[in-house]
């Protein structure tokens, strides 16, 4: 056989080789990368005088603790807080006052390893939800029904970022949850491949990054947070893989200003799980902060997203000023 041949059938081995090097020192940079983002700013918060915590046991042996706040009167349903990264519970309050005021109870708890919950040895959480944050959530699922006058209410979940994406996806696998709210939440895939689009550059010039093709961008993101999982000793949990699950009413809020969890990220995630009517984009708002830019209209669409779907408020029922355009 002459030597073309041999280069003819030799270069799909080469291309193949170099490939196989290239995806290998990618993952390597890409997972520094993912794994040091710094923190987003939590919202802070301390004890309030006068209130009783809860603690929570989960089934692989750890101790959440919470706060069960109850409203004056019978609560009508009850609502699962999950805290943003390094938040803590006692900022349950701080975004659904509103939902106690309208007679909800609200349960707030904090994921292992943050706040005041007890820590597992050898995790760090990061901003990638895990099977243990699902872990969390039904552990403290499996503690409200047990709890006299709490088990036969109708179950919501809102979460705050890290904790929004907690929140969709324990809807999508734990079918006593009935409805969703989310502020600031991402799935993991939407926020890499936007940080990836941002810092590309970390791990090749830019004229070679928007010359790969999509596909090749994303497997090699997925061979990353592989190898993450693998030095990380967790998994992963994606919206990808729950969407066809996912048929709870969502409401995604977000703020135009956010430049951590852009607009375009919430959309994107709206689009994933066919919602994309559910989401609400506060104008100058920053990650976070919608309610503090929207406060009386961010809680008049909390409580009655909940109203409508945990309690089955007709539309005609609820107040002109709650029934705001989605967008």
């Keep these: 056989m002459s030597a073309y041949y041999w280069i003819v059938l030799s270069l799909p081995a080469l291309l193949l080789a170099i490939d196989f090097g290239y995806r290998q020192f990618a993952t390597r940079r890409i997972q520094t990368i993912i794994e040091n983002v710094p923190t987003f700013a939590a919202v802070p918060a301390s004890a309030p005088s006068g209130r009783d915590v809860v603690r929570i ?46 007679g909800f109870a609200v349960l707030a708890f904090d994921f292992r390893n943050q706040g005041y919950s007890e820590h597992q040895s050898g995790y760090q959480p990061i901003h990638w939800v895990t099977e243990f944050e699902l872990t969390d959530i039904e552990g403290v699922l499996a503690w409200a ?23 969709l996806l324990a809807a999508a696998r734990f079918p006593q949850i009935q409805a969703v709210v989310t502020d600031s939440g ?70 135009s200003r956010d430049s951590y969890v852009t607009p375009r990220v919430t959309r994107e995630v709206a689009r994933l799980l066919s919602c994309e009517d559910s989401v609400w984009i506060v104008e100058n708002a920053k990650h976070n902060k919608p309610r503090v830019k929207a406060k ?13 779907h945990l309690c089955n408020v007709p539309d005609a029922e609820l107040r002109p000023q709650d029934s705001f355009r989605v967008a």
């Design 145 to 167: 029904q047990q709890q006299e006058g709490l088990e036969s209410l109708p179950v919501g979940i809102f979460g705050v970022s890290r904790g929004g994406s907690a929140a």
């Design 296 to 308: 009386d209209e961010y809680d008049d669409r909390l409580v009655q997203h909940f109203r409508k």
């Design 57 to 102: 046991p989960t089934k692989d042996g750890l101790t959440l603790e919470g706060c069960l706040h109850l409203p004056t009167g019978e609560p009508q349903g009850i609502i699962l807080f999950c805290p943003e990264l390094n938040g803590n519970h006692w900022t349950g309050l701080t975004y659904g006052q509103a939902l106690l005021d309208a």
């Design 186 to 255: 991402y799935g993991t895939m939407a926020m890499i491949q936007h940080f990836m689009t941002k810092f590309s550059r970390y791990v090749v010039p830019d004229w070679f990054f928007h010359r790969l093709p999509r596909w090749h961008v994303v497997w090699v993101l997925w061979q990353t947070l592989a190898r993450s999982e693998r030095s990380r000793n967790c998994s992963y949990v994606h919206l990808e893989h729950a969407a066809r699950q996912f048929d709870r009413p969502v409401l995604m809020i977000s703020g």
